[in-house]
């Protein structure tokens, strides 16, 4: 499969490629690990006249706990958050998303900025930095401006990025003590989108309940979803077996799968609520309850 | 077009490519090295796996100009003054039926053994997951990585039956 012919930019600094972006608009696109966009460029499912490969730029790799906040560069490659003590030890629910996308030589490549920056629902990330209560850095031609992640994922491969911004940088609050995450998969081979996604991380309080809580799913929407009425249902409660089906309940109730070659949508909602209720188990074990 | 220097199995090669060139057919049709396959062209199948700066790449789905300024190494590069331990382990512990998969299983695992001299079994399962052989089973794929882990810290290997 060859792509249609594009005119192809490596600028070297942040500033240069937001200079093209201005200069081309949007018959540009932005490539970093090139994964999600060269499969779509090979099918021609995309055609961008110019694509502005940014991952020269220095300085866009890095994984640390700064101000509150554990922060990752855009350009971070999927391998170095598989392999990273700091996420396994304390973000385990990214630790388990990465290690489900895709393969470790598309790993090698990847990078978790273009995960979330493609905007695809069937992609992995968008439902863990949900469920993280992350925000995202968008820097354009007058700086940076900080986009909660609840209000950048707007429809179908669409997200709140200005045709002249670059996503920079993923900033997750550092979860108090008592705190665990979980992602769980449902896909049918290696490298498959999943079926059913689901992102857990909650927090616990001195008596063992609930006080914060972030559940969101993967694929099962047309844009990356929250799962609020089961995030409400359990937030201050003590996580009871009842409850917590309940809630899983809710979640398989609100999502709005497509049926296609994965699945009816009934099967989807079913995975749904036994992927949440496997989830925020597993969640609640990490915490230390 | 675009100018590009690509260090190729420790050759610097500097071409003028289409942007919209894959790397898998810059290795395989300009510079006729055919040891890297193209299987599924979707990025699933790892039948075009190379290295690129040290790390398994799929070939398919890298153009060209990003391997530019960058190391690749191919199947044909492998072999230093005999075979590698991965090539003579698929060889001994016969790691391959008819081949296709064969270039990019054993540089996938050059990439894990690298990062992992000593995997178990499921690290090693787990390790060529996005690589699929239709002959073997994987069964006597991850022996051939087992043997080629030991060989290269520098245990003695059995050698394997022979036919008389």
Known sequence: ?289 | MANITVHINGVAQTLDVEPRLLLVHLIRENLNLTGTHIGCDTSSCGACTVLMDGRSVKSCTVYAVQANGKEIMTIEGLAQGGLHPLQEGFKEEHGLQCGFCTPGMIMRCVDLLERNPNPTEDEIRWGISGNLCRCTGYNNIVKAVEYAAKKMQGAEVPAAETVA
């Open chain 1, 1 to 289: 499969m060859i792509p249609q012919a594009f005119n192809y930019e490596a600028p070297t600094t942040l500033a240069g490629a937001i200079a093209l972006l201005q200069k081309y608009g949007s018959d540009a696109k932005i490539m970093s690990g090139g994964h999600s966009l060269i499969p779509m460029m090979k099918l021609r499912l995309a055609t961008p006249e110019h694509v502005i490969d940014i991952s020269g730029i220095k300085g866009m790799e890095y994984i640390h706990e700064e101000g509150g906040y554990l922060k990752i560069g855009a350009l971070t490659k999927e391998v170095a958050l598989e392999e990273s003590k700091l996420i396994h030890s304390k973000y385990p629910l990214i630790t388990d998303a990465t290690k489900m996308i895709a393969d470790p030589s598309v790993r090698n490549l990847a990078t978790v900025g273009g995960n979330l920056a493609h905007g695809d629902a069937a992609n992995d990330h968008p439902a863990v930095m949900l469920a993280l209560r992350a925000s995202v850095l968008a820097s354009g031609p007058n700086g940076d401006r900080e986009i909660s992640i609840d209000d950048f994922f707007l429809g179908f491969f669409t997200t709140a990025l200005e045709p002249d911004e670059i996503l920079t940088e993923i900033r997750i609050p550092i979860p108090p003590a008592r705190s665990g995450g979980a992602y769980l998969k449902m896909e049918r081979k290696v490298g498959d989108y999943a079926t059913a996604g689901v992102a857990v991380q909650l927090s616990l309080d001195a008596s063992g309940r609930c006080h914060q809580i972030g559940i969101a799913l993967t694929n099962v929407s047309a844009a990356s979803m929250r799962s609020t009425r089961a995030e409400e249902a359990l937030r201050g409660q003590t996580l009871s077996d009842d409850l917590i089906q309940k809630a899983a309940t809710m979640a398989a109730q609100d999502c709005d799968p497509n049926a296609d070659l994965r699945g009816s949508v009934a099967y989807k909602r079913s995975i749904v609520k036994t992927l949440v209720t496997r989830a925020i188990h597993s969640a609640v074990e990490r915490a230390g309850a």
